[in-house]
């Protein structure tokens, strides 16, 4: 290589430099932005196990911060009702519920019933409100039952126990569609 | 009786045999990771172009207006040393602003290289590569046909790159040297260099993995795929802060003439 390329070549390096620093910048601006613009409200329901609630919303929180601002609306009585109620007056953006705690007003008392009644609100829910639901069971062990509460309107279906990190990659999924960069000013 | 000569292979053409096939071994696999870098490299560009287009541009506009008040406030303030800093700093921001946007190169719209538009790079590459360079002279022939072949299949233009590569299949820089000491040598650097800058590929696609603008590019893809722009978006919020700061330099200004 000639003297004279590798000297113009040294001088350029400055140069270029400094032009990728200078636009480094105006695209790192556009990313504090984005992330500023993440931190927005993300409203929960839980309901069913108080305890289990409460370690659900603290680690969310925790994992969430400077992304979301994370509320848990919890429910220690699991009425469908008050459910309803709860998605009616707040914007909930994911109901997380214990499908086999949730108690009818019904008077059918069968097994079948109740799952009857589950499925039931699901599909309400989902027609109704439109927000992602994790459906959390222990009860029926019936292993269709996971199926049908899909299609019944849950987004996901997890039977208890289950690892944190599984339940993470759930509730992550449930984020996606609603990471609505620039619209929480409308919220 | 037949009475045939048959010639025997020497060490050295058996070793000049296994680096051969090494070295090709290698080449197409420099091609592939070339090819990789480029298009990863071209899709950045394009999307950076596109950003600076739509939200840049608006961050150019609002380092100009914040640049203006904060001069504005400095009339009022001459001898301030706060304001005189904040006035500086404020200004050089928006050239800065400016000169990334003049940088940004016009009509860079889409980039998506047809397969056989990969290959014909990916052959390219394997060929004329300046890692397979027996001396300087031929490293430089080599670089500025690298930088040619790359602006080519970045713009998309097959004919650029069928002609650098029948210009190095004519150049005297393309014919093989003699002596199967000398070309074991020559294999054995060639290897090394090939080895050397298939790391620093891995390097530079890692780097550019890690980048803000790529975090970006990511983030509005995923917005992308839920039907939404989130450039557009952005530069809306800029706009916002736009509006506040032109009602902030009309106050400046009103108090100065006050």
New interface residues.
């Given amino acids: 290589?000639?003297k004279e390329?590798n000297e113009t070549r040294l001088q350029l390096i400055p140069y270029q430099n400094r032009?990728l620093s200078?636009?480094?910048?105006?695209?790192?601006?556009?990313?504090d932005?984005?992330y500023s613009?993440e931190t927005r409200p993300l409203k929960v329901l839980l309901h069913g196990d108080k305890h289990l609630s409460q370690t659900i919303v603290e680690h969310l929180k925790l994992i969430y911060q400077g992304r979301y601002n994370v509320t848990g609306f919890i429910m220690e009585l699991s009425w469908a009702s008050e459910i309803v109620y709860l998605a009616e007056t707040q914007t909930i953006d994911v109901f997380i519920l214990i499908l086999n705690n949730i108690i009818f007003t019904s008077e059918k008392r069968s097994s079948e019933d109740h799952i009857e009644n589950i499925l039931n609100l699901l599909t309400l829910m989902r027609k109704t409100y439109g927000k992602p639901i994790i459906g959390l069971f222990t009860w029926p062990d019936d292993p269709s039952f996971e199926k049908r509460a899909k299609d019944a309107g849950a987004d996901i279906v997890l039977r208890m126990p289950f690892k944190w990190e599984a339940f993470q990659k759930v509730f992550e999924s449930c984020l996606?569609?609603q990471?609505?960069?620039?619209?929480s000013k409308s919220r | 009786m037949k009475n045939e000569i048959t010639k025997r292979e020497t060490p050295e053409e058996r070793e000049l045999r296994k680096k051969l096939a090494e070295l090709a071994e290698l080449e197409g696999r420099l091609g592939e990771k070339e090819l990789e870098l480029a298009t990863f490299r071209a899709e950045l560009n394009v999307f950076?172009a596109m950003?600076?287009r739509i939200?840049?541009v608006k961050?150019v506009e609002l380092d100009e207006i914040e640049a203006k008040i904060a001069e504005a406030k400095l009339r009022e303030n001459p001898y301030d040393k706060i304001f005189q800093e904040e006035a500086t700093k404020a200004r050089s921001r928006a050239d800065?602003?400016k000169?990334?946007m003049g940088?940004i190169e016009e009509g860079i719209e889409e980039f998506k290289p047809s397969e056989s538009l990969k290959k014909l790079y990916r052959e390219v590459a394997k060929r004329i590569h300046p890692d397979l360079a027996e001396d300087?002279?031929e490293?430089?022939k080599r670089e500025e046909l690298m930088a040619k072949a790359n602006r080519a299949y970045q713009e998309g233009d097959r004919e650029k790159l069928q002609a650098i590569l029948a210009e190095w299949e004519d150049s005297p820089e393309s014919v093989k040297g003699k002596g199967a000491g000398a070309e074991l040598v020559r294999l054995i650097r060639k290897i090394a260099h090939v080895e050397n800058r298939l790391r620093k590929i891995e390097m530079e696609m890692t780097q550019l993995k890690e980048s803000?603008?790529y975090?970006?590019k990511k983030?509005v893809e995923?917005?992308k795929a839920?039907g939404?722009d989130?450039l557009s978006?952005?530069a809306?919020?800029?706009e916002g802060k736009i509006s506040n700061a032109k009602e902030s330099l009309k106050v400046t200004k009103r108090i100065r003439s006050a």
């Fill in positions: 290589m000639s390329t032009q200078i636009k480094a910048n105006l695209i790192k601006r556009g990313l932005l984005v613009l996606i569609p990471n609505e960069i620039g619209r | 950076e950003y600076m939200v840049g961050y800065e602003s000169e990334a940088q300087d002279s490293r430089l803000d603008l975090e970006l983030k995923v917005v839920h939404r989130l978006e952005m809306e919020q800029v």
